[in-house]
């Protein structure tokens, strides 16, 4: 039998549910308390009224908020490009295999160190406030590479994409079309069962707009919904084709035409920003203000990968977005709780309201603003997940 816990003297509580103290998109509720009964939310208001519970928990006048919603990361890995970095960094020109070199440590790993890697960067994130995450394969680009690494994230959420058309793979360099028939053929017979999504890199150099289509449209025929990197590097065709397959995000948005824009604005695809790449790169910032103003649903999240986001922190990218991309404080932070749960199409997490699952952050700071306002701070005091406390 479950027992209830009151969680009371929040400062500011951010529900996500409009319906809620201000009536804002982040439905914000001061002198807070939150009632969880087993693994989820059922009641949210103001302390003064909250019902009795079995146990109580004093906030100590923190804030509360939902546990982030990482919705695109890239855990299932070996292996490090720390020289690659140094020398971006530094101005000189580095001439190794780029997202390569991780296939080739990938590839020569076991499954036990890829899980161990794995969880080690779960664990970085849960510590930073990331109660759901999706991840990735894309390392392997081999049927039975890849099949292994969406069994090995399988164990750990069930947000799991199959990305074997991350780039052509090295053994079919000198004929794209034979890889592009084995992503659509054996490998995706064999990921399919271990994944919910399918994703494609749909950018000059890996993936062009008919070789994308293809894929997820087989994906699909498959029971996996698109998602995809899209207009990352250039403008190009991702973007509206992720629109026009009701793929539920396009991920990185960086050089968007304004009729990208309208897609977005009159579709169900949820536009996922990743500021991390452009910090790690040195790129141009993605808008996210042209996007916000014509109504598009934005995520933000970190794009966690050793080659050109290697962080796994969302509070970080919250401060970047607020920062570098015209974000608001309560925008960015919607965009990393309830953003990405619409990125992932989930009404369970991202939000604090009654028949939520209770995955929730305590911050040691009165108000959510703070995670822009003091970057780089570790202010992520508790994590609640499942109405559990595992922080």
């Given at each position: 039998m479950s027992s209830s816990t009151v969680i009371t003297n929040i400062a500011t509580l951010v529900t996500n549910d409009p319906s809620q103290g201000d009536g804002s998109p982040l439905g914000l509720v001061r002198d807070a308390a939150v009632v969880v009964d087993g693994d989820r939310v059922v009641w949210t208001g103001e302390a003064s009224e909250a019902p009795a519970a079995d146990d109580r928990?004093?906030?100590?006048?923190?804030?509360?908020?939902?546990?982030?919603v990482d919705s695109h990361s890239h855990l299932v890995f070996a292996g490090d490009r720390t020289q690659e970095f140094n020398a971006r960094m530094s101005g000189r020109s580095y001439t190794a295999g780029g997202i390569r070199t991780t296939v080739a440590a990938t590839r020569a790993a076991s499954d036990a160190e890829l899980e161990a890697n794995l969880t080690r960067y779960l664990d970085e994130a849960l510590r930073?406030?990331?109660?759901?995450?999706?991840?990735?394969?894309?390392?392997?680009?081999?049927?039975?590479?890849?099949?292994r690494a969406l069994r090995i994230a399988a164990r750990h959420t069930d947000e799991v994409t199959y990305l074997g058309a991350h780039i052509v793979s090295p053994d079919h360099a000198d004929d794209p079309a034979a890889y592009v028939a084995l992503v659509t053929g054996e490998m995706l017979d064999a990921c399919a069962p271990h994944a919910r999504w399918i994703?494609?890199?749909?950018?000059?150099?890996?993936?062009?707009?008919?070789?994308?289509?293809?894929?997820?449209?087989?994906?699909r025929a498959k029971g996996l919904h698109p998602r995809v990197h899209a207009n990352q590097l250039s403008?190009?065709?991702?973007?509206?084709?992720a629109v026009e397959l009701d793929a539920a995000s396009a991920d990185h948005c960086t050089h968007l035409t304004d009729a990208d824009v309208d897609a977005l604005a009159g579709g169900n695809t949820v536009a996922t920003l990743l500021p991390g790449a452009e910090f790690s790169t040195r790129a141009e910032w993605p808008d996210a203000r042209r996007l916000l103003d014509a109504g598009v649903t934005v995520a933000l999240s970190t794009d966690c990968n050793?080659?050109?986001?290697?962080?796994?922190?969302?509070?970080?990218?919250?401060?970047l977005?607020?920062?570098?991309?015209?974000?608001?404080?309560?925008?960015?932070?919607?965009?990393?709780?309830a953003g990405g749960a619409a990125?992932?199409?989930?009404t369970d997490v991202g939000r604090l309201a009654p028949g939520a699952r209770a995955d929730l952050i305590v911050l040691d700071a009165p108000s959510h603003v703070h995670l822009a306002y003091r970057p780089g701070v570790p202010l992520v005091t508790q994590v609640w997940r499942r109405g559990e406390r595992e922080v």
């Open positions: 928990v004093d906030a100590g006048g923190r804030a509360v908020l939902p546990g982030f930073q406030g990331t109660t759901t995450f999706e991840t990735k394969s894309g390392y392997g680009l081999t049927v039975a590479d890849e099949s994703d494609v890199f749909c950018e000059k150099g890996a993936f062009d707009g008919d070789q994308a289509r293809a894929i997820l449209t087989a994906g403008y190009g065709p991702g973007v509206q084709l050793p080659g050109s986001s290697f962080t796994s922190s969302v509070p970080f990218c919250i401060a977005a607020v920062r570098d991309m015209g974000m608001t404080p309560d925008e960015a932070v919607w965009s990393a709780t990125a992932l199409r989930r």
